[in-house]
């Protein structure tokens, strides 16, 4: 168990909805990253929060947005959803100070319909 | 551009053999590299990493090489047991240069451990 905590784990909408998924990060840990994981591609980085602030930019798109809270758990919403959205999205936690390995939840898998 | 680049999908080797799997890289930027290993429906585990001080890391059955030279790391694994079976993933970062400190990963290689 990584301590890191996604809700829901599955996830099936339709095209144009708005969904969001929710992470709770390891216990410590400043710093939360989302991932998108879709068939035949390897994991890309969308966004990284630090303490409450964005830090990095990944290839996120605009109808996708993020923000970590002050309790430090961190939601991704994604609005006008489109069929090519479907995919296992991953929160990752680190301390954040640099040379530290992310800790991954088991992810939410997305289905749009 | 893939920045990493797992060249292998595939890999079967036997119980108790030497498992090495192979990452290469493009951008002199990284510093900092990292090995994770999966199994379906479960989020990545982080097994190993390395700074780009160090050639070497070890871990138990875990041993990774850095060769920044030739931008190669190489995860070895001995002896492989059949719980190593799993898909491995290679993800390298930029840390000092002020980069994101999010992981850029290659596309995996999935590890099949025959007994």
């Known amino acids: 168990d990584s301590g890191v905590t996604q809700t829901p784990k599955h996830l099936i909408t339709a095209t144009g909805q708005r969904v969001t998924l929710r992470c709770s990060p390891r216990?410590?840990?400043?710093?939360v990253y989302w991932y998108q994981q879709s068939l035949d591609q390897g994991l890309q980085f969308l966004i990284q929060?630090?303490?409450?602030?964005?830090?990095a930019k990944g290839n996120i798109l605009e109808r996708f947005s993020a923000q970590q809270f002050p309790d430090l758990h961190s939601e991704l919403n994604l609005s006008s959803l489109e069929l090519g959205d479907s995919a296992l999205y991953f929160c990752?936690?680190?301390?954040?100070?640099?040379?530290?390995?992310?800790?991954f939840g088991n992810g939410t898998r997305l289905t749009v319909t | 551009d893939q920045q990493v680049k797992q060249n292998s999908p595939s890999l079967s080797v036997q119980e108790g053999r030497i498992s090495i799997l192979n990452c290469d890289y493009t951008?002199?930027?990284?510093?900092?590299f990292l090995w994770y290993k999966k199994y379906p429906a479960e989020g990545p585990t982080f097994l190993i990493s390395?700074?780009?001080?160090?050639d070497k890391n070890e871990d138990g059955r875990f041993t990774v090489f850095l060769n920044k030279s030739a931008k190669h790391l190489s995860l070895h694994i001995v002896p492989s047991q059949p719980g190593d079976s799993a898909v491995y993933f290679c993800?390298?970062?930029?840390?000092?240069?002020?980069?994101?400190?999010?992981?850029?990963f290659g596309k995996g290689t999935h590890l099949i451990i025959q007994p």
């Open positions: 990752a936690s680190s301390r954040g100070a640099g040379y530290s390995p992310l800790h």
């Open positions: 390395i700074s780009s001080i160090k």
């Open positions: 993800a390298a970062s930029a840390i000092r240069g002020g980069g994101a400190d999010g992981l850029t």
């Open positions: 929060y630090y303490n409450g602030e964005e830090r």
């Open positions: 216990s410590g840990d400043l710093s």
């Open positions: 951008n002199s930027m990284f510093d900092y």
